[in-house]
C-alpha cells in the first residue's frame, strides 16, 4: 500500500518540479525583458522631452534671427527653467563657428574661440561634431532635423555632455544654423542610478547597465575607463589636428570578445532581444538583454550572471524537496496506521457524504464512538465544516469580485469620457489657429496685386492647410465611432446623384493628374434607396480620393452592383473603386486597413497621407452593417469593394435646396467677442470686405459693456475665453428682454454635438465652426442680415 501510494506521488512530483523549474527559468527571462524594456522606456521619455524642448526653442523669433546677442537672455533663462538638465547652449553657424552661453570672445562678437581673452585668437569649429554634420552638414534638403549626439567631451568646459541639436530654418525654410541643448553628464547618471534601483529591486546588486549609442560608444558601463575621456600622455594632454583637445571612446563593436561584438552590432541596429554568452576571463554564463531607445537611436543592455538568473531556480528546487519529504512522512504515516486498522460498517457515513455531494451539510453523524470510526466521522465533520466556511468565502470572493469589476467598468468608461474630452479640447486648440491661418491665407489670395509665383505658394499652402483639417476630422470621427457616438441618419436620395456628386467634387484632381474618372451602375441598381447618404458620401470620396492619389495613369472607376438575389424592398448593393495606379502587395493587404498605416512606409514620402481613409470607411461599414474587402496587383491597380444593405424606395427624394451667396456687401453693426488676436484680426479683415461694420471685444464682459454703449445688428462670439466664456455671455445677455431678438452666431473650434447643443441651449442663434473660409461666413451672416 505504501508503494502503491508513494510511486504516483514520486512520479508527480518529478514531472511538476520539472515543469515548475523551466517555468520559472521563462519567468526569469521576461523580467528580464520587462526591467530592460522599462529601462529604455525612461530613457526614451527623457530624449524625447529633451527634443521636443529644442524643437520649440528654434521656433522662436529671437532665435531664427541667428543673433546671439539677442538670443542671449531667452537661452539664459531657458537655462534656468531645466534646472541643471543643460549644462549650456550652443548656437551653431554654417561654417561651423559657434556661441555658447559659457561665455565667448567679446572682440569678436562673443564667438568662442581657442583663447576667448585674445583679440586675434582663432575661432572653434563645431565641423567635426556629429550633431553639425546632422542638423546642418548633411542637411542638404533643409529638413527640421532633431538629433541626440555621441557622447563627447566639450570644446570649451571639457566635460563630458551628450547634445540635443536642432536644424534652424527661416520662415522661408532656408537653414540658418543650430540650436543644440548640451545635457549635464550628472543628467545620465540619475537616469542611471534610477534604472540600477529599478533593476535592484528584481535582481538584487548583480545585474549590471551599458548604455551605448547609435555607433556603439559606450556612454555608461560599470567600467568608468570605456566611458568617454580626455586623452593624456606623459602628463600632457594629447592635441588633435585643430588644436582641440583629443578624447578617447570605445565601442562596443570593437570588444576583443566577438560574442559582445555581435550583440553590439544588433544593439546598433536597433534590435530588441536576449542573448546568453560566456565570459571569457571566468567562463561564467551571462545572459544579456537590450531594447533600443528609438527617440535618441541608443541601446540600452542589463547583463544578468547566472547564478542571479536561478536562484528563484534553486529556491523553488528547495521547496519542493521540503513538501515532497513532508508529504513523504504523512503518507507513511497514513498507511501504517490504515493497515493497522479494521473498519466498522460505514453505512452512515455513506448516507452523509452523499448528502454533502449533493450540498446537504446538516446530516447529523454520532461521533462520540471512541473506535476507528468515531475518528473517521469527526473527520468526516471537520472536512464538512471546512467545506462549509470554504463555500462561504468562495461566496463572499464572487461578491467582492463582481464588486470589483463593476468598479473596473466604471472606471473605464470614466477614461473613455476623458479621451473623448481630451480630443475635445485638442480639437479646439488645432482648429483656433488653423482659423488664423487659413483665414489668412484666404485674405492673402484675395489681393489682386500677387505675382503668379506668390499665388501658387498661397495655394499650395491652403491645400495642406486644408489637408491638416482633413486629417483632424478623421481623427475625431475614428475616436467618436470608438466611443460609439456616431449615429446613423436615414433619408430618401438619388443614387446617381450622389455618385455624380463624388465624381464632381474630385473631378479637377483627376483632370490634374489626367486620369478619367468614370462610373458604372447596373440596370438592376435601385434608383432610390434609403440609408446614411452623408456617411455614404464619405465613405466613397475617401475611396475615390485615395485611388486618385495612388494613380498616375489610366482611370479611376466606381461600380454599382445589385447582389440581391430576388426583387424586394430591400438590396445588397455592392461597390466597387477600382484604378489603374501603383497597386499593393500581398503582404500588405491586411495592414491598409489598420489606423495610421499604410501599404508601404516608404508611400508616405511619395503620397501623403495618414492611413485613416480606409480604417474610417471599415467603421463607418461596419457601423451601416456592410464589409469592405480589397484586391490588388502590384503595379497593375487596385480594387476596393464593400457590400451594404440598403431599403429601395420608389419616391424621388426633394433635393436638398443650398443657398449660395456671393462675395456681395451686407448691411450691418457685428460686434466680434475673440480672444485669439490672430482669429481677431482675420476674421474682422473678413467682416469688412463683407461690406460690415466691425466692433470687438476680447472677452465676455468687455461684450456686456459694449453692447450697453451702443447697439449691434449681430454678435459674433467665440465659446471659450477668459474671464467670461461664450456660453456665459449669451445667457446673459438673454435674460436682458431688450436683446431677446439679437442674433447670437456662436464661432468656436468645437465640433462635437454636445458642443454644438451646449450652445443652442445657452441661447445662441447659429454655430460656425474655425477655420471658416469667407464664403460659409457670408452664407451664415446672410440668414441674419441684410444685403
Known amino acids: 500500500?505504501?508503494?502503491?501510494?508513494?510511486?504516483?506521488?514520486?512520479?508527480?512530483?518529478?514531472?511538476?518540479?520539472?515543469?515548475?523549474?523551466?517555468?520559472?527559468?521563462?519567468?526569469?527571462?521576461?523580467?528580464?525583458?520587462?526591467?530592460?524594456?522599462?529601462?529604455?522606456?525612461?530613457?526614451?521619455?527623457?530624449?524625447?522631452?529633451?527634443?521636443?524642448?529644442?524643437?520649440?526653442?528654434?521656433?522662436?523669433?529671437?532665435?531664427?534671427?541667428?543673433?546671439?546677442?539677442?538670443?542671449?537672455?531667452?537661452?539664459?533663462?531657458?537655462?534656468?527653467?531645466?534646472?541643471?538638465?543643460?549644462?549650456?547652449?550652443?548656437?551653431?553657424?554654417?561654417?561651423?563657428?559657434?556661441?555658447?552661453?559659457?561665455?565667448?570672445?567679446?572682440?569678436?562678437?562673443?564667438?568662442?574661440?581657442?583663447?576667448?581673452?585674445?583679440?586675434?585668437?582663432?575661432?572653434?569649429?563645431?565641423?567635426?561634431?556629429?550633431?553639425?554634420?546632422?542638423?546642418?552638414?548633411?542637411?542638404?534638403?533643409?529638413?527640421?532635423?532633431?538629433?541626440?549626439?555621441?557622447?563627447?567631451?566639450?570644446?570649451?568646459?571639457?566635460?563630458?555632455?551628450?547634445?540635443?541639436?536642432?536644424?534652424?530654418?527661416?520662415?522661408?525654410?532656408?537653414?540658418?544654423?543650430?540650436?543644440?541643448?548640451?545635457?549635464?553628464?550628472?543628467?545620465?547618471?540619475?537616469?542611471?542610478?534610477?534604472?540600477?534601483?529599478?533593476?535592484?529591486?528584481?535582481?538584487?546588486?548583480?545585474?549590471?547597465?551599458?548604455?551605448?549609442?547609435?555607433?556603439?560608444?559606450?556612454?555608461?558601463?560599470?567600467?568608468?575607463?570605456?566611458?568617454?575621456?580626455l586623452k593624456l600622455e606623459g602628463g600632457e594632454w594629447v592635441l588633435e589636428r585643430g588644436g582641440e583637445r583629443a578624447s578617447q571612446t570605445h565601442y562596443i563593436t570593437k570588444h576583443d570578445d566577438p560574442q559582445l561584438k555581435a550583440i553590439g552590432l544588433r544593439m546598433i541596429a536597433g534590435h530588441r532581444g536576449y542573448e546568453q554568452i560566456t565570459e571569457p576571463q571566468t567562463e561564467q554564463a551571462l545572459h544579456v538583454f537590450f531594447a533600443p531607445i528609438e527617440s535618441a537611436d541608443y541601446s540600452i543592455s542589463i547583463v544578468l550572471p547566472e547564478e542571479v538568473m536561478l536562484e528563484q531556480v534553486h529556491e523553488l528546487q528547495t521547496l519542493f524537496w521540503i513538501v515532497f519529504a513532508a508529504v513523504f512522512a504523512l503518507v507513511c504515516a497514513l498507511a501504517i496506521w490504515m493497515s493497522n486498522v479494521i473498519y466498522a460498517p460505514i453505512r452512515s457515513l455513506t448516507l452523509a457524504a452523499k448528502k454533502l455531494a449533493a450540498g446537504n451539510y446538516d446530516k447529523q453523524l454520532s461521533n462520540h464512538r471512541k473506535d476507528e470510526l468515531g475518528v473517521l466521522t469527526r473527520s468526516f465533520e471537520q472536512m464538512r465544516n471546512k467545506l462549509r466556511q470554504r463555500e462561504n468565502k468562495l461566496e463572499k470572493l464572487v461578491n467582492t469580485r463582481t464588486q470589483e469589476l463593476e468598479e473596473a467598468r466604471v472606471q473605464a468608461q470614466q477614461a473613455l469620457q476623458a479621451k473623448g474630452r481630451f480630443l475635445a479640447n485638442m480639437s479646439h486648440e488645432i482648429r483656433t489657429p488653423m482659423n488664423g491661418i487659413l483665414g489668412t491665407l484666404e485674405l492673402l489670395n484675395s489681393s489682386a496685386e500677387l505675382s503668379k509665383e506668390q499665388t501658387q505658394l498661397l495655394k499650395i499652402c491652403r491645400h495642406s492647410g486644408k489637408h491638416l483639417l482633413n486629417v483632424i476630422n478623421d481623427i475625431l470621427d475614428l475616436s467618436k465611432l470608438e466611443e460609439g457616438h456616431v449615429t446613423l441618419e436615414h433619408n430618401d436620395f438619388a443614387l446617381q446623384e450622389l455618385i455624380e456628386d463624388v465624381n464632381n467634387l474630385l473631378m479637377s484632381l483627376a483632370s490634374q493628374k489626367g486620369l478619367s474618372l468614370e462610373y458604372i451602375i447596373d440596370d438592376n441598381v435601385p434608383a432610390f434607396i434609403r440609408g446614411d447618404q452623408a456617411r455614404l458620401q464619405q465613405i466613397l470620396i475617401n475611396l475615390v480620393g485615395?485611388?486618385?492619389?495612388?494613380?498616375?495613369?489610366?482611370?479611376?472607376?466606381?461600380?454599382?452592383?445589385?447582389?440581391?438575389?430576388?426583387?424586394?424592398?430591400?438590396?445588397?448593393?455592392?461597390?466597387?473603386?477600382?484604378?489603374?495606379?501603383?497597386?499593393?502587395?500581398?503582404?500588405?493587404?491586411?495592414?491598409?486597413?489598420?489606423?495610421?498605416?499604410?501599404?508601404?512606409?516608404?508611400?508616405?514620402?511619395?503620397?501623403?497621407?495618414?492611413?485613416?481613409?480606409?480604417?474610417?470607411?471599415?467603421?463607418?461599414?461596419?457601423?451601416?452593417?456592410?464589409?469592405?474587402?480589397?484586391?490588388?496587383?502590384?503595379?497593375?491597380?487596385?480594387?476596393?469593394?464593400?457590400?451594404?444593405?440598403?431599403?429601395?424606395?420608389?419616391?424621388?427624394?426633394?433635393?436638398?435646396?443650398?443657398?449660395?451667396?456671393?462675395?456681395?456687401?451686407?448691411?450691418?453693426?457685428?460686434?466680434?467677442?475673440?480672444?485669439?488676436?490672430?482669429?481677431?484680426?482675420?476674421?474682422t479683415a473678413m467682416l469688412r470686405k463683407l461690406g460690415l461694420e466691425v466692433s470687438t471685444a476680447k472677452d465676455g464682459l468687455l461684450a456686456l459693456e459694449a453692447i450697453k454703449k451702443q447697439s449691434f445688428d449681430l454678435i459674433l462670439m467665440d465659446v471659450h475665453m477668459p474671464h467670461l466664456d461664450g456660453l456665459e455671455t449669451a445667457k446673459r445677455i438673454r435674460q436682458d428682454i431688450t436683446y431677446k431678438n439679437l442674433p447670437i452666431i456662436a464661432f468656436t473650434a468645437n465640433i462635437f454635438k454636445e458642443d454644438i447643443t451646449a450652445c443652442f441651449n445657452a441661447g445662441m442663434d447659429d454655430f460656425i465652426s474655425k477655420p471658416v473660409e469667407q464664403e460659409k461666413l457670408k452664407d451664415v451672416l446672410s440668414r441674419w442680415l441684410a444685403c
Request: aromatic fraction near 8%.
Open 546 to 683: 485615395n485611388a486618385i492619389k495612388f494613380t498616375d495613369k489610366g482611370h479611376v472607376r466606381v461600380m454599382v452592383q445589385n447582389k440581391a438575389k430576388t426583387v424586394s424592398k430591400q438590396a445588397k448593393l455592392k461597390f466597387i473603386v477600382s484604378d489603374t495606379g501603383v497597386g499593393i502587395a500581398p503582404e500588405d493587404l491586411q495592414r491598409v486597413f489598420e489606423p495610421f498605416k499604410q501599404a508601404d512606409g516608404s508611400m508616405t514620402r511619395r503620397f501623403d497621407g495618414t492611413g485613416l481613409g480606409l480604417s474610417l470607411c471599415k467603421e463607418l461599414l461596419a457601423l451601416m452593417g456592410g464589409k469592405i474587402g480589397i484586391e490588388s496587383k502590384q503595379g497593375q491597380g487596385t480594387d476596393v469593394f464593400f457590400s451594404l444593405p440598403v431599403e429601395v424606395v420608389s419616391t424621388v427624394p426633394k433635393p436638398l435646396q443650398h443657398i449660395s451667396s456671393s462675395l456681395s456687401a451686407l448691411k450691418g453693426h457685428v460686434l466680434l467677442v475673440e480672444d485669439n488676436d490672430v482669429n481677431l484680426m482675420v476674421v
Open 1 to 229: 500500500m505504501l508503494g502503491c501510494a508513494l510511486l504516483p506521488l514520486l512520479v508527480m512530483f518529478a514531472l511538476a518540479m520539472t515543469q515548475s523549474i523551466e517555468q520559472a527559468k521563462q519567468l526569469r527571462v521576461v523580467a528580464a525583458k520587462a526591467e530592460v524594456h522599462s529601462a529604455a522606456m525612461i530613457f526614451e521619455r527623457y530624449f524625447s522631452e529633451r527634443k521636443a524642448e529644442l524643437s520649440t526653442m528654434v521656433n522662436d523669433e529671437r532665435v531664427q534671427s541667428m543673433d546671439f546677442a539677442q538670443m542671449k537672455g531667452y537661452l539664459n533663462d531657458a537655462l534656468i527653467r531645466s534646472q541643471g538638465i543643460y549644462e549650456k547652449f550652443i548656437l551653431g553657424e554654417l561654417d561651423g563657428r559657434f556661441y555658447n552661453t559659457r561665455g565667448g570672445n567679446p572682440a569678436q562678437g562673443m564667438i568662442r574661440t581657442f583663447d576667448d581673452t585674445n583679440p586675434q585668437a582663432e575661432p572653434r569649429s563645431l565641423v567635426m561634431r556629429d550633431y553639425w554634420q546632422a542638423t546642418i552638414g548633411q542637411n542638404v534638403a533643409a529638413d527640421a532635423v532633431v538629433y541626440v549626439s555621441e557622447p563627447m567631451i566639450s570644446y570649451t568646459t571639457h566635460t563630458k555632455q551628450i547634445v540635443v541639436s536642432a536644424s534652424i530654418l527661416d520662415q522661408k525654410r532656408k537653414l540658418k544654423g543650430l540650436l543644440g541643448g548640451a545635457i549635464a553628464w550628472q543628467q545620465i547618471d540619475s537616469l542611471i542610478s534610477l534604472v540600477q534601483r529599478n533593476i535592484t529591486a528584481s535582481f538584487k546588486d548583480k545585474a549590471r547597465v551599458m548604455l551605448v549609442s547609435r555607433h556603439g560608444a559606450y556612454i555608461y558601463h560599470w567600467n568608468e575607463d570605456k566611458i568617454v575621456h
